[in-house]
DNA sequence: ACGCACAGGATAATCGTTTAACCTAATATA
DNA sequence: TATATTAGGTTAAACGATTATCCTGTGCGT
């Protein structure tokens, strides 16, 4: 039935190591020789065994995704892009979710680690990554992180441009004459603190005074969008809209988005007579609401893309014993305007 | 740096079949020996080369899950479900797309075959999947099929009970008092036969007159959900809007939906006094439109959860000889009542 | 005629495990 | 006491490819 390469060479009547030379290409063969084998492996039908390639030339042709929320779109959306720039190099994706736990996260990497992945792309759940020091001590392997920005270990990142994407945003809302202008995220992090970075920024150069008030974080449990809409930020928006005098309310992502627009659809509040919105991150569905959301679209798609081809430079450059510096590659984000703001 | 086991073996002063014997506890091994043993495992941080493993045990521990259409959250759904219950068993996910292209789909299968995968789970693209004959024909391996039943490859396969959510679906509009009651679907396949079925089932049962013109399928193309929004949906429904006299409108899937609900905000329509709204396939964000609508939600994670326990079960028949009749499982639909009907 | 280079191919070691088969001493059975 | 069984190991043959090394014959230059 399947056949090894020991009847290929059998029946072309040459050796093995020559059927592994026509068939990799890797040494000089007569053309006739050539023929004979390849006639051999059209009739048994044979193709290659991968599982004794990969041991004997000891990769696996696979690379782990680590995935800190799985059920959020967005990363569905980066193992898409990350999965596809894979194929092009021959590499496949294992997909592994950690559920928003560390414990989950470490067992994770350690389970792709026993599976011999080649290569590694991070979404962690908390920025310390220090514990991969430890883990890839004697099998170092290529290791890329998309969307948060590890502490504890030194790699390739792929970010959005956080800031630059939350300061186009404001200045959009102050352009439209905001002034009181509230930002609500998810949690504060390191990509959380760069999209307040850029709201401040924002402010400042229009003159406008940052009030610490009207900059509000909700917890950092784990919870996914679903359990979201009467989360923490739900609450701050509430407090926002009924406590204080805002004009315009500019969300940090998604899961902030669920709390906050909730909020506002429950107090009937007119959006953007009432209130302007805007949000950072994009999703299909933000066409469908009404009004439809303006938003700072990040590209996950491409994040993949540019991780997975980070991920297979890095594998070359392994083989041939280079060193290079780490890289961060930003993505930029695009200002979708719609009917909020 | 990595050592392997002939290292243990000499430290620990045993044969390397020990080591063997007493990492997989497959033989019975003195205490004082298996201490001996561990202790070195210890002392040279000593982990199992998986790939000289699965290459001896000709397995790779790998599933793969060949997906028509990835960017559709219903299949990233299944995935997500599929990755955790397959982690259950110790194995691994290898997530391919599709892209809604057949070739793409014979391609994806016959790499994972060549990655020398344990099982396969499909989304197929479209029902003939008779090439799936001939491609395991000299290898064959567990497969199970989601959410569209094949044609021409007997397998197991996971579904939603879709004649009986259509049917809820359209009962309660009848319970509502419509009469006029149109259906469209994205596309007629298996699935949206199955739904279709239900809704004149429901009608018939209410003694309402099936009308054939007011069930209407979109194209067959290769879209994804945001080319969906002015696609052969919404010209349908705007035909039904505007040429006749329907009260009520049951949109078969979320790619449906997409287009209809889209043609109903354009046109201003109310919902749910102008026109009765329900639709097929839940997502998050339906409780985010104006208003939120009511749906017949599927749950894409147990059905990924149930294909990963048929899979294992598969496996272990494999491993042991037997051969079960193939079974079809229908995961139970429920609706979600909203504001839209 | 002699030596050399090289093309084209064969031989065999090797990767790290698993596991069937075999061995030995001790214990149980009759 | 003789024999059977068992516990606890060891030995060595696989698994299927890759690849360094070696071998042989041919063509070429001088």
């Given at each position: 039935m399947k056949s090894s390469i020991k009847e290929v060479a059998h029946l072309a009547g040459v050796s093995v190591a020559t059927v592994s030379y026509v068939l990799n290409g890797t040494k000089k063969v007569r053309p006739e020789t050539e023929k004979r084998v390849m006639d051999a492996v059209q009739k048994l039908n044979y193709q290659i065994n991968p599982l004794a390639r990969n041991f004997r030339k000891g990769e696996s042709k696979l690379i782990g995704f680590v995935?800190?929320?799985?059920?959020?779109?967005?990363?569905?959306?980066?193992?898409?892009?990350?999965?596809?720039?894979?194929?092009?190099h021959g590499y496949r994706l294992i997909l592994i979710d950690s559920k928003e736990e560390k414990s989950i996260e470490m067992e994770n990497?350690?389970?792709?680690?026993?599976?011999?992945?080649?290569?590694?792309?991070?979404?962690?759940?908390?920025?310390?990554?220090?514990?991969?020091?430890?883990?890839?001590?004697?099998?170092?392997?290529?290791?890329?992180?998309?969307?948060?920005?590890?502490?504890?270990?030194?790699?390739?990142?792929?970010?959005?441009?956080?800031?630059?994407?939350?300061?186009e945003a404001v200045k959009h809302l102050i352009a439209k004459g905001h002034r009181e202008i509230a930002f609500v995220g998810s949690r504060l992090d390191s990509t959380m603190a760069e999209r307040a970075e850029g709201y401040r920024k924002a402010l400042r150069e229009a003159g406008i005074p940052v009030n610490a008030n009207y900059i509000r974080f909700g917890d950092s449990l784990s919870v996914s969008q679903r359990?979201?809409?009467?989360?923490?930020?739900?609450?701050?928006?509430?407090?926002?809209?009924?406590?204080?005098?805002?004009?315009?309310?500019?969300?940090?992502?998604?899961?902030?988005?669920?709390?906050?627009?909730?909020?506002?659809?429950?107090?009937?509040?007119?959006?953007?007579?009432?209130?302007?919105?805007?949000?950072?991150?994009?999703?299909?569905?933000?066409?469908?609401?009404?009004?439809?959301?303006?938003?700072?679209?990040?590209?996950?798609?491409?994040?993949?893309?540019?991780?997975?081809?980070?991920?297979?430079?890095?594998?070359?450059?392994?083989?041939?014993?280079?060193?290079?510096?780490?890289?961060?590659?930003?993505?930029?984000?695009?200002?979708?305007?719609?009917?909020?703001?």
């Open positions: 995935v800190c929320d799985l059920s959020n779109y967005f990363f569905q959306d980066v193992a898409h892009g990350l999965e596809t720039q894979l194929a092009k990497v350690r389970n792709l680690l026993a599976s011999s992945v080649d290569g590694l792309v991070i979404a962690p759940t908390t920025e310390d990554c220090s514990y991969l020091k430890f883990m890839l001590a004697n099998h170092p392997i290529p290791v890329a992180f998309v969307d948060r920005k590890p502490i504890g270990f030194e790699s390739d990142m792929v970010l959005s441009t956080n800031e630059d994407g939350a300061y359990d979201h809409r009467h989360g923490a930020v739900y609450k701050h928006t509430l407090d926002l809209l009924t406590k204080h005098d805002i004009t315009a309310l500019f969300s940090g992502n998604t899961l902030a988005t669920v709390g906050a627009f909730t909020c506002l659809m429950e107090l009937n509040i007119k959006i953007p007579q009432d209130i302007a919105f805007i949000t950072f991150d994009d999703s299909f569905w933000f066409t469908m609401t009404t009004p439809a959301l303006t938003a700072i679209s990040q590209y996950p798609d491409q994040i993949g893309d540019v991780a997975g081809k980070m991920i297979c430079e890095r594998l070359v450059d392994f083989r041939n014993g280079v060193d290079r510096p780490h890289q961060l590659q930003r993505i930029a984000t695009q200002m979708i305007i719609r009917g909020s703001c």
